[in-house]
């Protein structure tokens, strides 16, 4: 057993990389972030083995951080979505959102469309602090939180001292996920 890719529930896969990546096996073949550029290699080796990369219909971005958003592009047929203040802060500041200069450029290249409230399923929360377009996901059938940067395993949270942090909202929105009563918590990174 390896534990690289685990199989969290019935539809539901993680990859633990630098910077994890989900996997939901839905009528919609769906990825929520992709990790580091670094990590390509374990990426393309490990997820290969449960999908077709040209399966993928869509990919949802926490936040738009590089270790993230870094290998969008193995995607190629898939929509990419984040909350319309990623975007929007993407679009004033790429290099402050993404924190390498190369994937922010990259990443510039593909249309970045606004989540909506609902989406296949899930429920978008919007949680402002570690960036100002934070979200996180949640998929009531099997009370999964995704929880990107926001929060991680025993309470730990995200920074809050990067370029698009907003510590003052930070409180607030691990507030919001407390009335949240998940099964399980998917981090955006296993710390
Ligand atoms: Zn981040």
Redesign the pocket.
């Known amino acids: 057993m390896n534990s690289i890719i685990s199989r969290i529930t019935d539809k539901v896969w993680k990859l633990s990389s630098d910077g994890n990546l989900y996997f939901l096996d839905f009528d919609k073949k769906i990825i929520i972030d992709t990790g580091a550029r670094s990590n390509v290699h374990i990426v393309r080796q490990f997820l290969s083995k449960i999908i077709d990369f040209e399966k993928v219909g869509i990919v949802i971005f926490t ?1 738009l ?1 590089f ?2 958003v870094g290998n969008f592009d193995l995607f190629p047929n898939a929509e990419f979505y984040a909350s319309a203040e990623s975007i929007e802060d993407f679009q004033e500041n790429p290099f402050g959102c993404v924190l390498m200069q190369d994937i922010a450029v990259k990443l510039k290249s593909v249309k970045l469309n606004p989540l909506p409230d609902r989406f296949y399923g899930l429920e978008i929360i919007k949680t402002p602090g ?2 100002r377009g934070s979200i996180c996901l949640w998929y009531p059938e099997e009370k999964i939180l995704f929880s ?2 926001t929060l991680f395993f025993n309470r730990n949270m ?2 809050l001292d ?1 370029p698009t942090s907003v510590p003052d909202k930070m409180n607030e929105s691990l507030m919001k996920l407390v009335a949240y009563n998940y099964k399980i918590l998917c981090p ?1 990174h296993d710390y």
Do not use: N, P, Y
Request: proline letters at 0%; zero cysteines.
């Open positions: 936040h951080h270790d993230h570690h960036t990107g940067d995200g920074r990067l955006g």
